[in-house]
T-cell receptor, first 114, second 112 residues
Framework: DQQVKQNSPSLSVQEGRISILNCDYTNSMFDYFLWYKKYPAEGPTFLISISSIKDKNEDGRFTVFLNKSAKHLSLHIVPSQPGDSAVYFCAASPNGGSQGNLIFGKGTKLSVKP | NAGVMQNPRHLVRRRGQEARLRCSPMKGHSHVYWYRQLPEEGLKFMVYLQKENIIDESGMPKERFSAEFPKEGPSILRIQQVVRGDSAAYFC??????????FGSGTRLTVV
């Protein structure tokens, strides 16, 4: 039973354009959401997060949008750069993002073409 | 300030052997988490430890798997009598008491 779903296994985008990665969740107890970026043979690195009391959080080229009624969040990267090519994982927490386990989606592999 | 250190990076074991995976948290971090990533899957939570305590082991398989985080030294994830299905990447993360995970680079376990 997948509580966090990333339905697109892969996404290909041209350099300079917008990348939109989507994530759906089923558990309404989740109150904090995070995006991680992962390169091959490395551990995930934290990218950006959002609390359920907000609907948008922005950090440079990265913006996360949260639609609680639809149980949907998305990560926008603009403009996309070749170095953004990686696997992106969406994760959810019922603990306000602090201690305790995170529930991860299966990831979306982003390829940004020069 | 070194990040979360995991070793070995790669580990090959024959079926039935034991695997020991080590994780040294970042300096000042007192909380350690272990996750497993099977091929083509996301990361799945296994266990959450503080020094000398297991806080949440709800993701640990009931048999053959154990974890510890002693007062001194690294956290250890131990898998006894490994089987082919244990082949995966095992990631450790650490955090300070208040907030924020940092992941290590993982240990890739291959069972032959």
């Amino acid at each position: 039973d997948q509580q966090v779903k990333q339905n697109s296994p892969s996404l290909s985008v041209q350099e300079g354009r917008i990348s939109i990665l989507n994530c759906d969740y089923t558990n309404s107890m989740f109150d904090y959401f995070l995006w991680y970026k992962k390169y091959p043979a490395e551990g995930p690195t934290f990218l950006i997060s959002i609390s359920s009391i907000k609907d948008k959080n922005e950090d440079g080229r990265f913006t996360v949008f949260l639609n609680k009624s639809a149980k949907h969040l998305s990560l926008h990267i603009v403009p996309s750069q070749p170095g953004d090519s990686a696997v992106y994982f969406c994760a959810a927490s019922p603990n306000g993002g602090s201690q305790g386990n995170l529930i991860f989606g299966k990831g979306t592999k982003l390829s940004v073409k020069p | 300030n070194a990040g979360v250190m995991q070793n070995p990076r790669h580990l090959v074991r024959r079926r039935g052997q034991e695997a020991r995976l080590r994780c040294s948290p970042m300096k000042g971090h007192s909380h350690v988490y272990w996750y497993r990533q099977l091929p083509e899957e996301g990361l799945k939570f296994m266990v959450y430890l503080q020094k000398e305590n297991i806080i949440d082991e709800s993701g640990m398989p009931k048999e053959r798997f154990s974890a510890e985080f002693p007062k001194e030294g690294p956290s250890i994830l131990r898998i006894q009598q490994v089987v082919r299905g244990d082949s995966a990447a095992y990631f450790c993360a650490s955090s300070p008491p208040e907030y924020g995970y940092t992941f290590g680079s993982g240990t890739r376990l291959t069972v032959v």
